[in-house]
């Protein structure tokens, strides 16, 4: 009999980045989230507005 896997599965294929953000920058993504038509969770708001600040100052093609 095989065992178990411990834990939920990866959905991601991406590497795992994280960080701290105080209350303010929390509350400012998740408002911009909610302002987007598609309303995308916190971890896609923030894939966007790095994406979008790199794109912007020529880091990302």
């Known amino acids: 009999m095989t065992p178990k896997k411990r834990g939920r599965p990866a959905t ?6 994280s960080f701290r953000s105080p209350p303010e920058v929390t509350e400012a993504i998740e408002r911009a989230a909610k ?3 598609d309303t995308p969770s916190r971890s896609e708001m923030i894939r966007r507005i790095v994406t979008e600040w790199l794109r ?6």
């Not at 991601?12 to 980045?17: F, I, K, Q, V």
């Not at 912007?56 to 093609?61: K, M, Q, T």
């Open 12 to 17: 991601g294929t991406d590497p795992h980045l």
């Open 35 to 37: 302002a987007q038509t």
């Open 56 to 61: 912007e100052r020529g880091h990302l093609g």
